[in-house]
């Protein structure tokens, strides 16, 4: 079945998880969700296989930049009328704290989504949703 | 006994678990040059359809690039954290092969070190993905001494740890 079926029969039936399965690497760091109505809360419960610094310890920097690229991605494909896998065309990422061996949550704003292009901020936090431990900015492909 | 820039930077990657998982490996270092390989393996595939691998994976590579660069050729043993990353993804990587990076640590300053990075398949160098990213420098007296140990002592620790 192709991916653009899943995605179909996903946002027709609202149920995500099979897509969310079919995704190797979110597998390989253990993205979880959970939706709110139009809200998205992305999980990603604490993974030994996800540290970097092993002294901190620490989860290593790509892992978190991966995740928060990752729930915007999925995000757009929950909230909005794309048919397709939107391709990120760049991504600018701010580390603003170490993110410790524990669960990190992020949830996603889309403050514009054009015809072509979508621009998406991302908050990744760990025990404040106040204080974030990064905050990232993508642009998006759509497909047309 | 002073250390060559490659195998500091071998003892780096190999104290980096998720690096482990990914398989990600020191392919040159010189200086402030260094190429790092990431092998190809489904569990890094973003697009099942395709095969294409996700960005996420590259997130990682770049910023291990760049950071290894930056760890390696600093005179100590300071741990830089990571303050910022800009990623321009150029296309979608070939499934079925390895991609490289090769990063370049373009200033040191007394605070900051600046480094730029580029991703790419193949010997005909097809640019898959760009990078720029700022590491800070908190000084090597605020590195943990077990860090540091762990890179000196090299063999007989990170041999252990990768082999877990």
């Given at each position: 079945?192709?991916?653009?079926?899943?995605?179909?029969?996903?946002?027709?039936?609202?149920?995500?998880?099979?897509?969310?399965?079919?995704?190797?690497?979110?597998?390989?760091?253990?993205?979880?969700?959970?939706?709110?109505?139009?809200?998205?809360?992305?999980?990603?419960?604490?993974?030994?296989?996800?540290?970097?610094?092993?002294?901190?310890?620490?989860?290593?920097?790509?892992?978190?930049?991966?995740?928060?690229?990752?729930?915007?991605?999925?995000?757009?494909?929950?909230?909005?009328?794309?048919?397709?896998?939107?391709?990120?065309?760049?991504?600018?990422?701010?580390?603003?704290?170490?993110?410790?061996?524990?669960?990190?949550?992020?949830?996603?704003?889309?403050?514009?989504?054009g015809s072509?292009?979508?621009?998406?901020?991302?908050?990744?936090?760990?025990?404040?949703?106040?204080?974030?431990?990064?905050?990232?900015?993508?642009?998006?492909?759509?497909?047309? | 006994?002073?250390?060559?820039?490659?195998?500091?930077?071998?003892?780096?990657?190999?104290?980096?678990?998720?690096?482990?998982?990914?398989?990600?490996?020191?392919?040159?270092?010189?200086?402030?040059?260094l190429v790092?390989?990431?092998?190809?393996?489904?569990?890094?595939?973003?697009?099942?359809?395709?095969?294409?691998?996700?960005?996420?994976?590259?997130?990682?590579?770049?910023?291990?690039?760049?950071?290894?660069?930056?760890?390696?050729?600093?005179?100590?043993?300071?741990?830089?954290?990571?303050?910022?990353?800009?990623?321009?993804?150029?296309?979608?990587?070939?499934?079925?092969?390895?991609?490289?990076?090769?990063?370049r640590v373009?200033?040191?300053?007394?605070?900051?070190?600046?480094?730029?990075?580029?991703?790419?398949?193949?010997?005909?160098?097809?640019?898959?993905?760009?990078?720029?990213?700022?590491?800070?420098?908190?000084?090597?007296?605020?590195?943990?001494?077990?860090?540091?140990?762990?890179?000196?002592?090299?063999?007989?620790?990170?041999?252990?740890?990768?082999?877990?």
């Amino acid at each position: 079945m192709s991916f653009e079926t899943v995605l179909q029969q996903a946002q027709q039936s609202g149920d995500f998880q099979p897509l969310v399965d079919g995704i190797p690497y979110a597998n390989l760091i253990g993205l979880k969700f959970q939706r709110f109505g139009q809200d998205v809360l992305f999980h990603l419960p604490a993974n030994e296989d996800n540290i970097g610094n092993p002294i901190l310890p620490a989860i290593h920097g790509g892992v978190i930049g991966g995740f928060m690229e990752l729930a915007a991605s999925l995000h757009l494909m929950m909230t909005m009328d794309t048919a397709a896998l939107p391709k990120m065309i760049d991504f600018s990422l701010d580390y603003l704290r170490a993110g410790r061996h524990q669960d990190t949550f992020a949830e996603c704003q889309v403050w514009r989504q054009g015809s072509r292009v979508a621009n998406v901020a991302i908050t990744a936090w760990q025990t404040e949703r106040t204080s974030p431990i990064a905050t990232a900015r993508a642009h998006f492909l759509l497909a047309r | 006994m002073s250390l060559s820039v490659k195998t500091r930077a071998e003892r780096f990657v190999a104290t980096l678990r998720h690096c482990q998982v990914l398989g990600l490996t020191v392919e040159s270092a010189q200086d402030n040059v260094l190429v790092m390989r990431l092998p190809y393996s489904e569990q890094i595939v973003g697009n099942p359809v395709t095969g294409t691998v996700h960005g996420g994976s590259l997130t990682t590579l770049m910023d291990t690039a760049c950071g290894t660069a930056v760890f390696s050729s600093l005179p100590g043993f300071e741990l830089c954290p990571t303050l910022d990353l800009r990623m321009d993804y150029m296309k979608a990587a070939t499934p079925n092969r390895d991609l490289f990076a090769e990063a370049r640590v373009t200033r040191v300053a007394s605070s900051v070190v600046f480094t730029e990075c580029e991703v790419f398949q193949g010997e005909e160098r097809d640019l898959v993905a760009k990078c720029a990213a700022t590491f800070m420098r908190i000084g090597e007296n605020m590195t943990p001494p077990e860090f540091r140990a762990r890179i000196e002592q090299g063999d007989d620790v990170t041999a252990a740890g990768a082999a877990q």
